[in-house]
C-alpha cells in the first residue's frame, strides 16, 4: 500500500494502517525506551490517524523476552539472542501486516528493531518480485559491526546488518541478506559517526546526507535527493526515524542526544515532502526515552511528524 495519496482533505480515506509497538531496549544501555511505544500512544496516536480518515488497527506490543543474564562490559555483542529472537517474531509479525494490506507503522524501542521490521515489509514485498528503497534518518550511522562498535550496542548496527554485515544472526534475521541495495538507500541527518563506519560507507558508496551538507545545502533539497534515491525501488521505500536525528531542544527524551541536529520544523518539512512524494511502504520512530523526556514532548513530536508523513497538512 502507497501512503498518502492526493486526497488534502482526507489522506487516509479507504486506508488502514496498522500499528505495532516494540518495546525493546535491549540495543541500548539507558533505561526508559521501552516505554516509548506506551508514550506516543498517550499523545494520542492513533486517534490523531483516525482523523486523517484513515482506519486504524492498533495491534498492541510485541512481546519482548525478559533477559536473566547481564551482558560484560567489553562483549561485542550485547543482548544478542533476545534481540535477534525479537526481530526474527517482528520480521514475521511485520510482513503479515503488509500482506494484510495495512500500511505498518512501527513504535520502538531502541533502533535494533529495525533489523526485524524491515526485513519484514522486505520479505512481503520480495514475494511481489518487487525491490524498495530506503529513508534512514537518524544522528548517528547505526553502520558499526561487531568488529568496529565501541559500545557492543546493537542499536548502533542496524543499517549494516540491513545491508548484509555484521553478526550472522543480525544479517540473516527472516532468512535472507542483504535486505537491501545501497544503491537504494539514503541516510539523513548524521553528525556522529565511529571510525569503522566512515570506511564501510565509502566502501558502499551509500548516499549520506550530513547536516554539514544540509547547512549547506537546506534540507528541502537534501530529502527531495534522498527521496529520489530511496523511489527507485520497484515498489517504493521504507521510512526509518530515530529521534535523535532532532535537535536535543526540541526531542529531549533520547538517550543519544547530539547537538546540532534537525529543527522541529525541518524534521516536519522532511515528513511532508515524504508524504507528497508518495511510495512510503512503512514507517517506523525509535528511541523515544520517556525517563528522559520533559512532559512528554519527545512522544508527541514523533505522533506529530507521523501524522506529517501520512499527510496531514497546514492547509
Known amino acids: 500500500m502507497t501512503l498518502p495519496d492526493n486526497d488534502h482533505e482526507q489522506p487516509g480515506a479507504g486506508k488502514t494502517v496498522g500499528i505495532l509497538g516494540v518495546p525493546l531496549s535491549y540495543g541500548q544501555s539507558m533505561a526508559g525506551v521501552h516505554l516509548g511505544p506506551a508514550a506516543i500512544r498517550v499523545a494520542g496516536l492513533a486517534q490523531q490517524i483516525a482523523k486523517l480518515g484513515y482506519e486504524v488497527n492498533d ?30 517474531r517482528l520480521c514475521d509479525e511485520t510482513e503479515r501486516i503488509v500482506d494484510s494490506g495495512e500500511f505498518p507503522i512501527t513504535i520502538g524501542g531502541d533502533h535494533s528493531i529495525a533489523i526485524g521490521s524491515l526485513a519484514g515489509v ?27 562498535t565501541p559500545s557492543g550496542n546493537i542499536h548502533g548496527m542496524p543499517l549494516a ?67 529520489a534515491i530511496a523511489q527507485q525501488g520497484s515498489g517504493g521505500y521504507a521510512v526509518t526515524f ?26 516536519h518539512l522532511a515528513m511532508e515532502k515524504i508524504a ?16 528522559l523526556d520533559v512532559n512528554n ?9 507521523i501524522l506529517s508523513a501520512l499527510g496531514r497538512r497546514i492547509l
Open 59 to 88: 495491534r498492541g506490543d510485541l512481546a519482548v523476552a525478559r533477559s536473566h543474564s547481564l551482558p560484560g562490559f567489553e562483549e561485542k555483542l550485547k543482548y544478542l539472542t533476545e534481540i535477534y529472537e525479537a526481530c526474527e
Open 122 to 148: 522486505v520479505k512481503a514485498f520480495r514475494k511481489r518480485d518487487e525491490r524498495i528503497g530506503l529513508i534512514y534518518l537518524d544522528a548517528h550511522a547505526d553502520m558499526n559491526t561487531p568488529d568496529t
Open 161 to 227: 546488518a540491513l545491508l548484509g554485515y555484521g553478526a550472522p544472526e543480525l544479517v540473516n534475521v527472516g532468512g535472507f541478506s542483504p535486505k537491501f541495495d545501497p544503491r537504494l538507500c539514503a541516510h539523513v541527518g548524521a553528525r556522529d559517526l565511529d571510525p569503522g563506519e566512515r570506511e564501510l560507507i565509502r566502501n558502499l558508496g551509500m548516499r549520506f546526507f550530513t547536516m554539514r551538507e544540509i547547512d549547506e545545502r537546506g534540507l528541502a533539497v537534501c530529502i527531495d535527493e534522498a527521496i
Open 242 to 267: 530515530d529521534v535523535d536525528v532532532l535537535d536535543p531542544g526540541d526531542a529531549p527524551g533520547s538517550g543519544t542526544l547530539v547537538r546540532g541536529g534537525l529543527t522541529y520544523r525541518e524534521a
Open 276 to 291: 507528497e512524494a508518495g511510495g512510503m511502504k512503512s514507517l517506523e520512530v525509535v528511541e523515544i526515552n520517556t525517563a
Open 297 to 305: 514532548r519527545t512522544a508527541i513530536l514523533g505522533m506529530e511528524l
